[in-house]
T-cell receptor
């Protein structure tokens, strides 16, 4: 169990640029989640994959955001035409099948995005 | 709408004493509740969970209590240690996706 890995750890970009983040879940985990956390708030759900299928998307995920998990392993989160309001910590989590009480989400250390 | 609320932004406790962190929720469809701990520059780490069919779950120094009628849960840490100093998030889940709804967190400071 090497944990959930996220890359990069930090990203500074100018408004209007596109950015892409990568998440490598724990290898035997087929469920993958993206969350966003801003200062003073708890993580907010963005989207969820089971294997390669994206099964749920939050209303927070505007058309500028897109997530993929092409082979059911790693996932990418892309933000197009970034805005200053996109500045946040983007967290990835993974879990095994089963209800969350016995299959809790394991989080990575996040990618901190700063849009200038 | 804030479905999971942690009304105390911070808590300070002396080493060796009990820490009690509180959480309220509004959605009666939640059937699992979890506590996560977060250190600066790290992701949240799972601590303990409780199913809605139970009222107590214990794991070492950590105990979670659930009062369904009041829609309230609490995390007790006994005895508190300086290494417990972190932000604690309450989270709830209802439904097959296991999506978690988080509270805003409580910063616990354990004084030596």
């Amino acid at each position: 169990d090497t944990g959930v890995s996220q890359d990069p750890r930090h990203k500074i970009t100018k408004r209007g640029q596109n950015v892409t983040f990568r998440c490598d879940p724990i290898s035997e985990h087929n469920r993958l989640y993206w969350y966003r956390q801003t200062l003073g708030q708890g993580p907010e759900f963005l989207t969820y994959f089971q294997n390669e299928a994206q099964l749920e998307k939050s209303r927070l995920l505007s058309d500028r955001f897109s997530a993929e998990r092409p082979k059911g392993s790693f996932s990418t989160l892309e933000i197009q035409r970034t805005e200053q309001g996109d500045s946040a910590m983007y967290l990835c989590a993974s879990s095994t099948p089963g209800r969350v009480g016995s299959s809790p989400l394991h989080f990575g250390n996040g990618t901190r995005l700063t849009v200038t | 709408d804030q479905q999971v609320k942690q009304n105390s932004p911070s808590l300070s406790v002396q080493e060796g004493r009990i820490s009690i962190l509180n959480c309220d929720y509004t959605n009666s469809m939640f059937d699992y509740f979890l506590w996560y701990k977060k250190y600066p520059a790290e992701g949240p780490t799972f601590l303990i969970s409780i199913s809605s069919i139970k009222d107590k779950n214990e794991d070492g120094r950590f105990t979670v209590f659930l009062n369904k009628s009041a829609k309230h849960l609490s995390l007790h840490i006994v005895p508190s240690q300086p290494g417990d100093s972190a932000v604690y998030f309450c989270a709830a889940s209802g439904g097959a996706t296991n999506k978690l709804i988080f509270g805003t967190g409580t910063l616990l400071a354990v004084q030596p």
